[in-house]
């Protein structure tokens, strides 16, 4: 008999509508698994809906007011990883085959079904289950770290384009969660990774592009190419494929594509936003210049940016000295060493690699204490959504 994997979800659910039914499966596999029953679809349901995933759902065909193959394909839109067994009569096996063929089921089983075979099917299932949710938290472990990797990169290797992602991060979250978008997530890491293909800039060209200063003709051809950078480098990574196509037209005006995604619309919102900001614009006439210009904006989305900044509560500052430091501050001026080494940019937020630079370069080129230091609000503070699978 198929063994059940340790210390994974073993939660059962029985939909049918005859309550003797459900009490002898209950008797019947009460020690194997964790059983709960509903005597109709629609509690079925409303108990999916209301309680922790259920590895494994098991229903019989014949129901009133919603049969099984349908509840069955409620289940599914309601919590997919879940597996689906239905439990059918003799007369109904090419309903039940076709059930499986179109995915709505993991497996049929016949009534009257021996409790051998029942056990079996439901091990099945937890096993699949677990596999499905196991290799979901490998792939996000994996991705997780990937993109750690590519923005501890970014920030040891370009402090400027670094800082400039953290920003426009924190105005895609704010303004995510004003439009309550469902790909919250995806637009959070194309918030982050926007400037991953700034990698092949040096810090003087993106310095006097933020600036306003004229870049050469390579020097801005290399400019223009970052966000096909970072779609090369990021579409080799599994599931990345939409953050990627986002971040690659960042900067594609609306006027030239009506067609472009929300978030590489709101990219070239908070871009151009973040530019104004850094060529001496205060907010309020960095908006009215935005709002002035024809063909480039999507209105709703630039009218949203503008309530979310205007929204932001006043953020509290302190002056730290090194030993002071901790993830999750962020940088409220630029910080370098006395000789103008860049190491981390107005608007950046620490991590511990980020630390470790700023005090190895102050000890080897000196640095001024205190630094004025953007203070995290620890109760409010969300935790980062993991990458989409």
Same mark, same amino acid.
């Given at each position: 008999?198929?063994?059940?994997? &340790?210390?994974?979800?073993?939660?059962?659910?029985?939909?049918?509508?005859?309550?003797?039914?459900?009490?002898?499966?209950?008797?019947?596999?009460?020690?194997?698994?964790? @059983?709960?029953?509903?005597?109709?679809?629609?509690?079925?349901?409303?108990?999916?809906?209301?309680?922790?995933?259920?590895?494994?759902?098991?229903?019989?065909?014949?129901?009133?007011?919603?049969?099984?193959?349908?509840?069955?394909? /409620?289940?599914?839109?309601?919590?997919?990883?879940?597996?689906? @067994?239905?439990?059918?009569?003799?007369?109904?096996?090419?309903?039940?085959?076709?059930?499986?063929?179109?995915?709505?089921?993991?497996?049929?089983?016949?009534?009257?079904?021996?409790?051998?075979?029942?056990?079996?099917?439901?091990?099945? %299932?937890?096993?699949?289950?677990?596999?499905?949710?196991? &290799?979901?938290?490998?792939?996000?472990?994996?991705?997780?770290?990937?993109?750690?990797?590519?923005?501890? *990169?970014?920030?040891?290797?370009?402090?400027?384009?670094?800082?400039?992602?953290?920003?426009?991060?924190?105005?895609? *979250?704010? =303004?995510?969660?004003?439009?309550?978008?469902?790909?919250?997530?995806?637009? &959070?890491?194309?918030?982050?990774?926007?400037?991953?293909?700034? *990698?092949?800039?040096?810090?003087? *060209?993106?310095?006097?592009?933020?600036? %306003?200063?004229?870049?050469?003709?390579?020097?801005?051809?290399?400019?223009?190419?970052?966000?096909?950078?970072?779609?090369?480098?990021?579409?080799?990574?599994?599931?990345?494929?939409?953050?990627? #196509?986002?971040?690659?037209?960042?900067?594609?005006? =609306?006027?030239?594509?009506?067609?472009?995604?929300?978030?590489?619309?709101?990219?070239?919102?908070?871009?151009?936003?973040?530019?104004?900001?850094?060529? %001496?614009?205060?907010?309020?006439?960095?908006?009215?210049?935005?709002?002035?210009?024809?063909?480039?904006?999507?209105?709703? @989305?630039?009218?949203?940016?503008? #309530?979310?900044?205007?929204? #932001? /509560?006043?953020?509290?500052?302190?002056?730290?000295?090194?030993?002071?430091?901790?993830?999750?501050?962020?940088?409220?001026?630029? @910080?370098?060493?006395?000789?103008?080494?860049?190491?981390?940019?107005?608007?950046?937020?620490?991590?511990?690699?980020?630390?470790?630079?700023?005090?190895?370069?102050?000890?080897?080129?000196?640095?001024?204490?205190?630094?004025?230091?953007?203070?995290?609000?620890?109760?409010?503070?969300?935790?980062?959504?993991?990458?989409?699978?």
């Amino acid at each position: 008999m198929t063994q059940l994997q &340790e210390g994974k979800n073993n939660r059962v659910l029985f939909v049918d509508d005859e309550a003797n039914i459900l009490a002898s499966f209950k008797r019947t596999l009460c020690k194997r698994f964790d @059983i709960t029953t509903a005597t109709s679809p629609l509690a079925g349901l409303d108990i999916i809906r209301d309680h922790p995933t259920f590895a494994v759902v098991i229903s019989d065909l014949k129901m009133p007011s919603m049969n099984g193959v349908e509840f069955l394909h /409620e289940v599914r839109s309601l919590a997919p990883d879940t597996i689906r @067994i239905l439990l059918t009569g003799y007369a109904d096996t090419d309903a039940s085959v076709a059930a499986v063929n179109e995915g709505a089921v993991f497996r049929f089983l016949t009534k009257p079904c021996q409790t051998e075979t029942l056990i079996r099917a439901i091990e099945a %299932g937890v096993n699949q289950h677990n596999l499905v949710v196991s &290799e979901r938290e490998l792939l996000r472990g994996t991705l997780r770290g990937s993109i750690k990797v590519l923005s501890e *990169v970014l920030a040891l290797t370009n402090p400027e384009a670094f800082g400039r992602s953290e920003r426009i991060k924190r105005h895609m *979250v704010a =303004l995510s969660r004003h439009f309550n978008r469902q790909d919250a997530l995806k637009l &959070e890491l194309a918030a982050m990774l926007c400037q991953i293909g700034c *990698v092949t800039l040096t810090s003087e *060209v993106l310095t006097k592009q933020m600036h %306003g200063e004229e870049l050469d003709g390579e020097e801005q051809q290399l400019f223009d190419m970052h966000p096909s950078v970072g779609y090369d480098l990021l579409n080799h990574i599994p599931r990345m494929r939409d953050v990627a #196509q986002i971040i690659q037209q960042q900067n594609v005006p =609306l006027g030239h594509d009506k067609d472009l995604h929300f978030g590489s619309r709101a990219l070239k919102i908070m871009l151009d936003y973040d530019t104004l900001l850094s060529r %001496g614009m205060v907010p309020g006439e960095a908006l009215l210049h935005m709002r002035d210009t024809r063909g480039v904006y999507d209105k709703e @989305i630039l009218a949203a940016f503008q #309530q979310t900044v205007l929204d #932001q /509560e006043v953020q509290i500052t302190d002056e730290l000295y090194l030993e002071d430091l901790r993830p999750g501050q962020i940088a409220a001026q630029d @910080i370098e060493t006395r000789d103008g080494v860049l190491l981390a940019s107005k608007g950046q937020e620490l991590s511990d690699a980020c630390i470790a630079r700023i005090r190895n370069f102050a000890k080897a080129y000196g640095l001024d204490e205190p630094i004025r230091m953007i203070l995290p609000d620890q109760p409010d503070q969300e935790e980062s959504a993991d990458p989409p699978v």
